[in-house]
């Protein structure tokens, strides 16, 4: 008899293995929306709790805070995308101005490369160089890269429209039954509440915690761009600071998406010492905040070391790309969280132990 009971719970163990497997198959394109909506969830649910408390609808306060999450995080980055539009259009005119004196595009950017090279010529010695060949053949790789992101530009639009609505279909599931979900995978643990919500408390507050910490690297970053820019006289110096913000959100590229092709242009438009004065500015400041703040706003927050929250943010973008901002110090949190936890129930098991043997 008991053999049998064995038989049955391992089948029952080995069947819900395959059948966690086989849902992770079928969830796993849509991770990435999803693990968001919990982010936004977890940032926006003291304002639902607010509306869920006037409102007294589990529908109608969801909805709500739905929509206003939808306000606070895209209508703005729509109405920055256009202004960046409308700016990189006003740009793309200038140069097509100039170019257009020149000769065409090729003989604007060789002339401005030859400049360039003349400059630095004067201080640093430079092994002879074919600029006009250089130049053509990087024309034409950026007309052939300019032609490859034109093509996927349009399914990466409907990519990005899909992944909103399902973020935001989740995020309205979630703060209307949130509460009830966390309660039902909390009987399915064998874990006392105390534990649960002690590992709830570490996922939330390392969530909201990444979520301050990319604000601020945000703020410093976007505010020392929009320094730079004005003290060299460039135009829109807080549309540009509110771009490298944005963009500070981003792993790998983060804010030198935004300074490094304008220090380019400087260089290749003539204003050598202006573009030389950007790049190091964004090198040497605006790039190392987000190595010292976000660690430093995080370690606060969540009791861990900022060696670890470093490690884990680098680590988390590696693996998971840019929600790896997210995941990374959550796992770092909860295995932190576990380990306490381990090690409570080995000294209460050896206070036992030596009560009982006295």
Same mark, same amino acid.
């Given at each position: 008899?008991?053999?049998?009971?064995?038989?049955?719970?391992?089948?029952?163990?080995?069947?819900?293995?395959?059948?966690?497997?086989?849902?992770?198959?079928?969830?796993?394109?849509?991770?990435?929306?999803?693990? &968001?909506?919990?982010?936004?969830?977890?940032?926006?649910?003291?304002?639902?709790?607010?509306? =869920?408390?006037?409102? !007294? =609808?589990?529908?109608?306060? /969801?909805?709500?805070?739905?929509?206003?999450?939808?306000?606070?995080?895209?209508?703005? %980055?729509?109405?920055?995308?256009?202004?960046?539009?409308?700016?990189?259009?006003?740009?793309?005119?200038?140069?097509?101005?100039?170019?257009?004196?020149?000769?065409?595009?090729?003989?604007?950017?060789?002339?401005?490369?030859?400049?360039?090279?003349?400059?630095?010529?004067?201080?640093?010695?430079?092994?002879?160089?074919?600029?006009? /060949?250089?130049?053509? !053949? !990087?024309?034409?790789?950026?007309?052939?890269?300019?032609?490859?992101?034109?093509?996927? %530009?349009?399914?990466?639009?409907?990519?990005?429209?899909?992944?909103?609505?399902?973020?935001?279909? +989740?995020?309205?599931?979630?703060?209307?039954?949130?509460?009830?979900?966390?309660?039902?995978? #909390?009987?399915?643990?064998?874990?006392?509440?105390?534990?649960?919500?002690?590992?709830?408390? =570490?996922?939330?507050?390392?969530?909201?915690?990444?979520?301050?910490?990319?604000? #601020?690297?945000?703020? +410093?970053?976007?505010?020392?761009?929009?320094?730079?820019?004005?003290?060299?006289?460039?135009?829109?110096?807080?549309?540009?600071?509110?771009?490298?913000?944005?963009?500070?959100?981003?792993?790998?590229?983060?804010?030198?998406?935004?300074?490094?092709?304008?220090? @380019?242009?400087?260089?290749?438009?003539?204003?050598?010492?202006?573009?030389? @004065?950007?790049?190091?500015?964004?090198?040497?400041?605006?790039?190392?905040?987000?190595?010292? @703040?976000?660690?430093?706003?995080?370690?606060? =927050?969540?009791? &861990?070391?900022?060696?670890?929250?470093?490690?884990? %943010? &680098?680590?988390?973008?590696?693996?998971?790309? %840019?929600?790896?901002?997210?995941?990374?110090?959550?796992?770092?949190? +909860?295995?932190?969280?576990?380990?306490?936890?381990?090690?409570?129930?080995?000294?209460?098991?050896?206070?036992?132990?030596?009560?009982?043997?006295?």
């Amino acid at each position: 008899m008991t053999q049998d009971v064995n038989r049955s719970k391992l089948f029952l163990f080995v069947l819900t293995a395959i059948a966690l497997a086989l849902c992770y198959l079928v969830f796993r394109p849509y991770a990435g929306p999803v693990f &968001l909506s919990v982010v936004i969830a977890v940032v926006f649910y003291p304002l639902h709790i607010y509306f =869920r408390r006037r409102l !007294r =609808r589990p529908n109608s306060s /969801a909805l709500l805070s739905t929509l206003i999450a939808l306000l606070v995080t895209v209508v703005p %980055l729509v109405l920055l995308g256009l202004a960046i539009s409308n700016e990189l259009s006003n740009v793309y005119q200038s140069l097509t101005a100039k170019s257009a004196e020149e000769g065409g595009i090729s003989a604007y950017l060789f002339h401005s490369v030859q400049r360039m090279i003349a400059w630095i010529g004067r201080y640093f010695p430079l092994p002879a160089l074919d600029i006009r /060949a250089i130049v053509m !053949r !990087r024309v034409e790789e950026l007309s052939t890269s300019l032609v490859r992101f034109g093509a996927g %530009l349009v399914g990466n639009v409907f990519s990005f429209v899909a992944n909103a609505v399902i973020a935001f279909l +989740v995020l309205f599931f979630l703060f209307r039954d949130g509460e009830a979900a966390l309660a039902y995978l #909390a009987s399915l643990l064998p874990l006392s509440r105390e534990r649960f919500a002690a590992l709830q408390h =570490r996922i939330s507050s390392t969530l909201v915690a990444n979520f301050y910490g990319g604000v #601020a690297v945000g703020a +410093v970053q976007g505010s020392l761009t929009a320094l730079a820019f004005w003290a060299l006289g460039l135009g829109s110096p807080i549309l540009w600071g509110l771009v490298t913000a944005i963009f500070s959100f981003l792993p790998v590229v983060g804010s030198a998406a935004v300074w490094v092709p304008a220090g @380019v242009a400087l260089l290749f438009t003539g204003h050598v010492v202006k573009g030389i @004065v950007l790049l190091a500015w964004g090198a040497g400041v605006v790039g190392l905040a987000d190595n010292v @703040v976000r660690p430093w706003i995080i370690s606060g =927050r969540t009791s &861990l070391h900022p060696v670890f929250v470093f490690l884990s %943010l &680098l680590g988390g973008v590696q693996a998971f790309g %840019l929600l790896g901002l997210f995941i990374g110090p959550v796992i770092i949190s +909860v295995t932190a969280a576990l380990l306490e936890m381990l090690q409570e129930d080995y000294e209460s098991k050896e206070s036992q132990g030596s009560s009982v043997a006295h």
